[in-house]
Nanobody
Framework: QVQLVESGGGLVQAGGSLRVSCAAS????????MGWFRQAAGKEREFVAA????????YYADSVKGRFTISRDNARNTVYLQMNSLKPEDTAVYYC????????????????????WGQGTQVTVSS
C-alpha cells in the first residue's frame, strides 16, 4: 500500500524560506514521478511542482517559478519542496502526490492523473 507523509510545514514571515518533505513507502520510490499541489482556504487545489521519475525533469507553476525548487532523494524515498521568497499568497495546505503508473507521466500538472495523495501540511506565510 502506497503511503505519502508530508512534513515541514509551519508559520513563516513573508520573504522567508521553508522546506516541506514527503516520505513515500509501499513501493519502489525511484520508479515514480512525484508532484506537489496546494489548496488555499476556499480555493481549488492547484499544481505547484513536479519531478520526473529520473529526477532529470522538473515542472513548476508560473506563480512559484524561480522561488520554489522540487527535488528527490531516492535513497531516502523522499521528495522535497524548497520554498524561498515566500509570499502571503503561498499560504495553503501542501500535498504531495504520485501516480499509480511508473516512469514518465503524460501530463504532470493535472491533479486527476495522480492516484495517491498525502494528508497535507499547512504552510502559513504572514505579511
Amino acid at each position: 500500500q502506497v503511503q505519502l507523509v508530508e512534513s515541514g510545514g509551519g508559520l513563516v514571515q513573508a520573504g522567508g524560506s521553508l522546506r516541506v518533505s514527503c516520505a513515500a513507502s509501499g513501493r519502489a520510490f525511484s520508479m515514480y514521478s512525484m508532484g506537489w499541489f496546494r489548496q488555499a482556504a476556499g480555493k481549488e487545489r492547484e499544481f505547484v511542482a513536479a519531478i520526473s521519475w529520473t529526477g532529470s525533469s522538473t515542472y513548476y507553476a508560473d506563480s512559484v517559478k524561480g522561488r520554489f525548487t522540487i527535488s528527490r532523494d531516492n535513497a531516502r524515498n523522499t521528495v522535497y519542496l524548497q520554498m524561498n521568497s515566500l509570499k502571503p499568497e503561498d499560504t495553503a495546505v501542501y500535498y504531495c502526490a504520485t501516480p499509480a503508473k511508473p516512469f514518465a507521466m503524460t501530463n504532470y500538472v493535472v491533479a486527476g492523473l495522480y492516484d495517491y495523495w498525502g494528508q497535507g501540511t499547512q504552510v502559513t506565510v504572514s505579511s
